[in-house]
């Protein structure tokens, strides 16, 4: 006990598994939820300084990068400074990483879209689906809804959930906020909306290379925990080398099932490339997504417990 409470590596290894737990079984209501604040201030300031589209990228890039610093960086450091002067900083510290973790968030409108599926009502699935996706979800057939509702709960596994955890260890539950807070810029400042490319283009890059390992990671996890030969397989075949395409291709492959294809985001369709297994999704492949995600957790989770063990018998 006096090691565990004199160790800060043990300290946040206890820490992450007590929030993990929580979040598993408690889902914080998206009404009250700080982050909510932050989608509001997020949208609110791309109405208020995203030029239009006659300006040049340039200055939608340098708008896009300070409005973001602006709302990010000051409360990022506030947040700092506060729990340092804390007297009981590990609280402060636990509900900070719950928050920014929220992955029982995106498992309820999941587990929503899989339970319409099963009662066959589709417009309630696709009403479920949007909140998921960025993607216009009205023409989705059964299938669509189901791979969408899919692609959605695996990428968010990666770079949420896998992203935050991997920050969190990194650096602390800080770090971890500053990456969910672009994390939600960017996803909120979305690059498939009318006049969002460039204007989203500088928290977009810096989010995707804070997120590339913590989401390979996660992604091998799963691998591993289904069926490594034929994620790694697809991996190498994708066609496309983006990173989404390739984490959906790895996915896939696990899964042996197909993801990606066609999108229609505002009214466009763009043709995204066909990665992952032979044949298409089913509904019982959204339940065995969902059991693959688990045990791709307690990897992560056990892989956690071994690094941060090792790190403190080495200090």
């Not at 004199?6 to 700080?34: F, G």
């Not at 990456?179 to 989203?200: C, D, M, N, T």
């Not at 042996?256 to 492949?285: C, H, T, W």
């Not at 956690?304 to 790190?311: A, H």
Request: glycine share 6%.
């Amino acid at each position: 006990m006096e090691a565990l409470y004199q160790s800060p590596v043990l300290q946040n290894l206890l820490l992450l598994l007590v929030v993990v737990i929580i979040d598993s079984l408690w889902r914080w209501p998206q009404k009250y939820h700080p982050l909510t604040l932050f989608r509001l201030l997020a949208d609110g300031m791309a109405k208020k300084v995203k030029p239009t589209t006659s300006e040049n990228p340039s200055q939608h890039r340098i708008s896009g990068a300070l409005g973001a610093i602006v709302l990010i960086v000051p409360f990022t450091v506030l947040v700092g400074i506060l729990v340092s002067m804390a007297e009981y900083p590990l609280f402060f510290e636990a509900v900070i990483l719950l928050s920014v973790m929220d992955f029982a968030q995106i498992r309820f409108h999941y587990n929503a879209v899989v339970t319409a599926l099963s009662k066959e009502k589709k417009v309630l699935a696709r009403e479920m689906a949007g909140y998921m996706v960025a993607r216009d979800t009205v023409r989705l057939s059964d299938i669509g809804i189901a791979k969408a509702a899919m692609e959605s709960l695996l990428l968010r596994f990666y770079y949420q959930f896998c992203g935050v955890v991997f920050w969190f260890l990194i650096g602390g539950p800080v770090a971890a906020l500053l990456f969910r807070l672009l994390l939600l810029f960017s996803w909120q400042w979305h690059w498939r909306k009318p006049g969002f490319y460039w204007f989203a283009l500088p928290v977009r890059t810096i989010t995707r290379l804070l997120s590339l390992v913590p989401a390979f990671i996660g992604a091998g996890l799963l691998s591993l925990a289904t069926n490594p030969f034929g994620g790694f397989k697809a991996l190498f075949a994708s066609p496309a080398k983006d990173s989404t395409s390739l984490l959906l291709a790895l996915s896939g492959g696990s899964l042996g099932i197909r993801l990606g294809g066609p999108s229609l985001y505002a009214g466009n369709m763009i043709r995204y490339a066909r990665v992952g297994g032979k044949r298409e999704v089913r509904f019982s492949d959204m339940v065995y997504c969902r059991r693959a995600i688990i045990r791709a957790i307690l990897l992560l989770l056990s892989l956690s417990i071994v690094v941060l063990t090792l790190i403190h018998a080495l200090l």
